[in-house]
Protein backbone atom coordinates (compact mmCIF):
# COMPACT_ATOMS: atom_id res chain seq x y z
CA UNK A 1 0.00 0.00 0.00
CA UNK A 2 1.10 3.56 -1.03
CA UNK A 3 1.15 5.30 2.39
CA UNK A 4 2.84 8.59 1.25
CA UNK A 5 5.79 10.36 2.19
CA UNK A 6 6.34 10.54 5.36
CA UNK A 7 6.24 14.67 6.48
CA UNK A 8 7.79 16.53 9.42
CA UNK A 9 6.77 20.13 9.93
CA UNK A 10 8.90 22.58 12.32
CA UNK A 11 6.98 25.31 14.28
CA UNK A 12 8.04 28.61 15.65
CA UNK A 13 8.31 28.38 19.40
CA UNK A 14 7.09 24.43 19.44
CA UNK A 15 9.25 21.89 20.80
CA UNK A 16 8.35 19.13 18.42
CA UNK A 17 6.80 18.57 14.74
CA UNK A 18 3.82 18.13 13.10
CA UNK A 19 4.16 15.28 11.07
CA UNK A 20 1.96 13.82 8.26
CA UNK A 21 2.13 11.84 4.91
CA UNK A 22 2.14 13.18 1.34
CA UNK A 23 1.18 12.10 -2.04
CA UNK A 24 2.42 13.37 -4.91
CA UNK A 25 4.34 16.36 -5.84
CA UNK A 26 4.14 19.71 -5.87
CA UNK A 27 2.07 22.19 -3.82
CA UNK A 28 -0.62 21.33 -1.80
CA UNK A 29 -4.12 20.98 -3.42
CA UNK A 30 -6.32 19.41 -0.64
CA UNK A 31 -5.39 19.10 3.05
CA UNK A 32 -6.32 16.00 5.11
CA UNK A 33 -7.44 16.09 8.92
CA UNK A 34 -8.01 12.95 10.87
CA UNK A 35 -10.80 11.29 13.64
CA UNK A 36 -9.72 11.00 17.32
CA UNK A 37 -7.26 8.51 18.09
CA UNK A 38 -6.61 7.75 14.32
CA UNK A 39 -3.74 9.06 12.01
CA UNK A 40 -3.21 10.43 8.48
CA UNK A 41 -2.05 7.34 7.30
CA UNK A 42 -5.34 5.29 8.11
CA UNK A 43 -6.92 7.52 5.12
CA UNK A 44 -4.44 6.11 2.86
CA UNK A 45 -6.58 4.10 0.52
CA UNK A 46 -8.93 7.17 0.42
CA UNK A 47 -5.89 9.96 -0.66
CA UNK A 48 -3.57 7.87 -2.85
CA UNK A 49 -6.05 7.07 -5.09
CA UNK A 50 -6.91 10.88 -5.57
CA UNK A 51 -3.46 12.28 -6.03
CA UNK A 52 -2.42 10.05 -8.61
CA UNK A 53 -5.38 12.64 -10.52
CA UNK A 54 -3.50 15.39 -9.81
CA UNK A 55 -0.93 16.39 -12.02
CA UNK A 56 2.03 18.43 -10.48
CA UNK A 57 -0.10 18.65 -7.14
CA UNK A 58 0.12 16.67 -4.30
CA UNK A 59 -2.28 15.59 -1.43
CA UNK A 60 -1.16 16.58 2.61
CA UNK A 61 -2.38 14.36 5.71
CA UNK A 62 -1.68 16.38 8.30
CA UNK A 63 -1.22 14.22 11.98
CA UNK A 64 -3.16 16.36 14.71
CA UNK A 65 -1.38 17.08 18.02
CA UNK A 66 -1.03 13.68 20.08
CA UNK A 67 -1.58 11.42 17.40
CA UNK A 68 0.39 9.73 14.77
CA UNK A 69 3.66 11.14 13.53
CA UNK A 70 2.82 14.24 15.57
CA UNK A 71 5.64 15.25 18.08
CA UNK A 72 4.38 18.33 19.64
CA UNK A 73 3.49 18.11 23.34
CA UNK A 74 0.03 15.90 24.36
CA UNK A 75 -0.68 16.72 28.06
CA UNK A 76 -4.26 15.46 28.73
CA UNK A 77 -4.87 17.69 31.38
CA UNK A 78 -4.91 20.94 29.12
CA UNK A 79 -6.41 19.06 26.70
CA UNK A 80 -9.68 20.86 27.03
CA UNK A 81 -11.19 22.15 23.96
CA UNK A 82 -10.00 21.38 20.21
CA UNK A 83 -8.83 25.33 19.43
CA UNK A 84 -5.02 23.91 20.04
CA UNK A 85 -5.98 21.51 17.20
CA UNK A 86 -7.35 24.55 15.25
CA UNK A 87 -3.73 26.65 15.94
CA UNK A 88 -1.64 23.83 15.02
CA UNK A 89 -3.32 23.05 12.03
CA UNK A 90 -3.35 27.20 10.65
CA UNK A 91 0.70 27.04 12.27
CA UNK A 92 0.92 23.89 9.90
CA UNK A 93 -0.09 24.80 6.70
CA UNK A 94 1.17 28.37 6.74
CA UNK A 95 4.77 26.71 7.63
CA UNK A 96 4.88 23.76 4.71
CA UNK A 97 7.71 24.04 2.93
CA UNK A 98 7.72 25.97 -0.43
CA UNK A 99 4.76 27.47 -0.05
CA UNK A 100 3.35 23.80 -0.20
CA UNK A 101 -0.35 25.04 -0.01
CA UNK A 102 -1.37 27.44 -2.63
CA UNK A 103 -4.06 30.01 -2.93
CA UNK A 104 -7.05 27.91 -3.51
CA UNK A 105 -6.36 24.99 -1.82
CA UNK A 106 -9.07 22.29 -0.29
CA UNK A 107 -9.36 21.72 3.21
CA UNK A 108 -11.27 18.41 4.53
CA UNK A 109 -10.97 16.26 7.79
CA UNK A 110 -13.37 13.09 9.02
CA UNK A 111 -15.13 13.73 12.70
CA UNK A 112 -12.49 15.96 15.18
CA UNK A 113 -10.35 16.69 12.37
CA UNK A 114 -13.38 18.53 10.08
CA UNK A 115 -14.68 20.38 13.30
CA UNK A 116 -10.70 21.52 13.97
CA UNK A 117 -10.70 22.39 10.51
CA UNK A 118 -14.43 24.22 10.77
CA UNK A 119 -12.68 25.88 13.96
CA UNK A 120 -9.32 27.07 11.50
CA UNK A 121 -11.57 28.39 8.52
CA UNK A 122 -14.07 30.59 11.16
CA UNK A 123 -11.15 31.44 12.78
CA UNK A 124 -9.79 33.03 9.22
CA UNK A 125 -6.30 31.42 10.23
CA UNK A 126 -5.74 29.34 6.74
CA UNK A 127 -6.96 32.55 4.18
CA UNK A 128 -5.38 30.45 1.42
CA UNK A 129 -7.77 27.46 1.56
CA UNK A 130 -11.00 28.20 -0.50
CA UNK A 131 -13.46 25.10 0.46
CA UNK A 132 -13.97 22.98 3.40
CA UNK A 133 -15.35 19.36 2.64
CA UNK A 134 -16.38 17.79 6.29
CA UNK A 135 -17.17 14.30 6.74
CA UNK A 136 -19.31 13.61 9.80
CA UNK A 137 -17.99 16.49 12.04
CA UNK A 138 -18.55 16.63 15.41
CA UNK A 139 -21.07 19.53 15.91
CA UNK A 140 -23.87 19.00 18.52
CA UNK A 141 -26.54 21.28 19.72
CA UNK A 142 -25.26 25.04 21.80
CA UNK A 143 -25.96 23.78 25.15
CA UNK A 144 -23.65 20.62 24.74
CA UNK A 145 -20.95 23.62 24.47
CA UNK A 146 -22.21 25.38 26.79
CA UNK A 147 -22.23 23.15 29.68
CA UNK A 148 -18.72 21.36 28.82
CA UNK A 149 -17.33 25.06 30.05
CA UNK A 150 -18.74 24.29 33.45
CA UNK A 151 -15.55 23.99 35.81
CA UNK A 152 -16.09 20.24 36.56
CA UNK A 153 -17.07 18.89 33.35
CA UNK A 154 -14.18 18.40 31.61
CA UNK A 155 -12.93 16.16 34.28
CA UNK A 156 -15.98 14.46 34.98
CA UNK A 157 -16.53 13.59 31.33
CA UNK A 158 -12.33 12.31 31.08
CA UNK A 159 -13.78 9.70 33.58
CA UNK A 160 -17.12 8.72 32.47
CA UNK A 161 -18.40 10.00 29.12
CA UNK A 162 -18.94 6.89 27.16
CA UNK A 163 -16.38 7.64 24.58
CA UNK A 164 -13.78 8.80 26.69
CA UNK A 165 -14.05 5.65 28.82
CA UNK A 166 -13.96 3.58 25.88
CA UNK A 167 -10.71 4.66 24.88
CA UNK A 168 -9.32 4.47 28.81
CA UNK A 169 -10.01 0.65 28.19
CA UNK A 170 -7.82 0.35 25.22
CA UNK A 171 -5.03 -2.22 24.65
CA UNK A 172 -2.10 -0.45 24.28
CA UNK A 173 1.25 -2.58 23.12
CA UNK A 174 1.57 -5.26 20.47
CA UNK A 175 4.18 -7.60 19.66
CA UNK A 176 3.95 -6.13 15.85
CA UNK A 177 1.67 -4.23 13.18
CA UNK A 178 0.79 -7.84 12.47
CA UNK A 179 -0.53 -8.63 15.66
CA UNK A 180 -2.56 -5.39 16.38
CA UNK A 181 -4.66 -6.00 13.10
CA UNK A 182 -5.11 -9.77 13.66
CA UNK A 183 -6.67 -8.08 17.36
CA UNK A 184 -8.52 -5.58 16.17
CA UNK A 185 -10.17 -7.22 12.11
CA UNK A 186 -13.87 -7.25 11.90
CA UNK A 187 -14.28 -6.05 15.60
CA UNK A 188 -15.76 -2.68 16.48
CA UNK A 189 -15.15 0.53 14.85
CA UNK A 190 -13.31 -1.67 12.46
CA UNK A 191 -16.09 -4.28 11.63
CA UNK A 192 -17.42 -2.27 8.63
CA UNK A 193 -13.79 -0.53 7.36
CA UNK A 194 -13.14 -1.71 3.43
CA UNK A 195 -9.82 -3.35 2.74
CA UNK A 196 -7.00 -0.96 3.08
CA UNK A 197 -7.85 0.94 6.06
CA UNK A 198 -6.73 -0.85 8.93
CA UNK A 199 -3.94 -1.46 7.61
CA UNK A 200 -3.21 1.96 6.76
CA UNK A 201 -4.24 2.78 11.08
CA UNK A 202 -1.47 0.60 11.87
CA UNK A 203 1.18 2.14 10.09
CA UNK A 204 1.07 5.49 12.25
CA UNK A 205 -1.18 4.87 14.70
CA UNK A 206 1.21 2.40 16.53
CA UNK A 207 5.01 3.27 17.19
CA UNK A 208 8.01 1.82 18.50
CA UNK A 209 9.21 1.65 22.48
CA UNK A 210 12.19 0.58 23.25
CA UNK A 211 12.55 -3.21 23.43
CA UNK A 212 10.70 -3.95 19.67
CA UNK A 213 7.39 -3.64 21.19
CA UNK A 214 4.61 -1.42 19.40
CA UNK A 215 2.36 1.13 21.86
CA UNK A 216 -0.57 3.85 20.50
CA UNK A 217 0.57 6.42 19.09
CA UNK A 218 -2.25 8.44 20.86
CA UNK A 219 -2.03 7.55 24.48
CA UNK A 220 -5.58 6.57 25.66
CA UNK A 221 -5.72 9.14 28.22
CA UNK A 222 -5.16 11.39 25.19
CA UNK A 223 -7.90 10.25 23.17
CA UNK A 224 -10.16 10.43 26.42
CA UNK A 225 -9.17 14.00 26.80
CA UNK A 226 -9.88 14.72 23.60
CA UNK A 227 -13.81 13.34 23.53
CA UNK A 228 -13.86 15.05 27.09
CA UNK A 229 -12.75 18.43 25.97
CA UNK A 230 -15.34 20.20 24.24
CA UNK A 231 -14.79 24.35 25.49
CA UNK A 232 -14.94 25.36 21.96
CA UNK A 233 -17.14 26.81 19.89
CA UNK A 234 -18.05 25.24 16.75
CA UNK A 235 -21.25 27.42 16.15
CA UNK A 236 -19.58 30.50 16.63
CA UNK A 237 -17.24 29.10 13.62
CA UNK A 238 -19.77 28.28 11.51
CA UNK A 239 -21.24 31.67 11.76
CA UNK A 240 -18.14 33.45 10.84
CA UNK A 241 -17.40 31.03 8.01
CA UNK A 242 -16.88 33.03 4.62
CA UNK A 243 -15.88 29.96 2.05
CA UNK A 244 -17.89 27.52 0.43
CA UNK A 245 -18.96 24.14 2.80
CA UNK A 246 -19.91 20.57 1.78
CA UNK A 247 -20.86 18.18 4.28
CA UNK A 248 -21.29 14.55 4.02
CA UNK A 249 -22.77 12.97 6.79
CA UNK A 250 -23.47 9.78 8.13
CA UNK A 251 -27.07 7.67 8.65
CA UNK A 252 -26.31 6.19 11.53
CA UNK A 253 -24.60 6.96 14.60
CA UNK A 254 -23.83 10.56 13.03
CA UNK A 255 -21.81 12.90 15.24
CA UNK A 256 -23.77 15.62 13.24
CA UNK A 257 -27.10 15.65 14.31
CA UNK A 258 -29.94 15.75 12.40
CA UNK A 259 -31.41 18.50 14.95
CA UNK A 260 -28.22 20.71 13.69
CA UNK A 261 -28.44 20.55 9.79
CA UNK A 262 -30.79 23.74 9.50
CA UNK A 263 -27.18 25.86 11.44
CA UNK A 264 -25.52 24.34 8.60
CA UNK A 265 -28.11 25.19 5.99
CA UNK A 266 -28.13 28.44 7.25
CA UNK A 267 -24.42 29.50 6.53
CA UNK A 268 -24.73 27.95 2.87
CA UNK A 269 -23.65 24.92 3.43
CA UNK A 270 -24.26 21.79 1.35
CA UNK A 271 -25.26 18.78 3.53
CA UNK A 272 -25.87 15.14 2.13
CA UNK A 273 -26.45 12.26 4.17
CA UNK A 274 -25.13 9.24 2.97
CA UNK A 275 -27.33 6.44 3.26
CA UNK A 276 -26.44 2.90 4.73
CA UNK A 277 -23.24 5.11 6.11
CA UNK A 278 -21.94 4.62 9.74
CA UNK A 279 -19.66 7.40 11.59
CA UNK A 280 -17.09 5.78 9.54
CA UNK A 281 -17.96 6.45 6.32
CA UNK A 282 -14.66 7.48 4.80
CA UNK A 283 -13.34 4.28 5.51
CA UNK A 284 -16.95 2.53 3.92
CA UNK A 285 -17.34 4.01 0.93
CA UNK A 286 -13.93 5.79 -0.01
CA UNK A 287 -14.88 5.83 -3.60
CA UNK A 288 -18.26 8.27 -2.92
CA UNK A 289 -15.97 10.26 -0.43
CA UNK A 290 -12.60 10.68 -3.01
CA UNK A 291 -15.53 11.48 -5.58
CA UNK A 292 -16.71 14.80 -3.42
CA UNK A 293 -13.28 15.62 -2.51
CA UNK A 294 -11.61 15.40 -6.13
CA UNK A 295 -14.90 17.64 -6.96
CA UNK A 296 -13.91 20.16 -5.02
CA UNK A 297 -10.18 20.34 -5.86
CA UNK A 298 -11.06 20.61 -9.63
CA UNK A 299 -14.83 22.65 -9.87
CA UNK A 300 -15.95 22.70 -13.23
CA UNK A 301 -15.35 26.00 -15.34
CA UNK A 302 -16.96 28.81 -14.84
CA UNK A 303 -19.72 29.15 -18.02
Not at 12 to 34: E, K, M
Not at 56 to 63: E, R, W
Amino acid sequence: MDFGEPLAISLSGQTGHVGGRRWGRGPAALVFLHANGFCGSTYAPLLAPLAEGLAGCSVVSLDLRGHGLTTLPADPDRQDRWTIHRDDIAAAINALPGGLVPEGAVLAGHSMGGTSALLAAGAGLVPGVRQLVLFDPVFAPRGFYLYARAPWVFALWRRHFPMSAAALRRRRQFESREAAAASWQGRGAFRTWQPGFLDGYCQDGLRPRPGGELTLSCAPEFEAACFAGQRHDPHGALKRLTIPLQVLRAEHHSTLRASQIAAFMRAGAQVETIAGASHFLPMEQPDLCRAALAAAITPPPAR
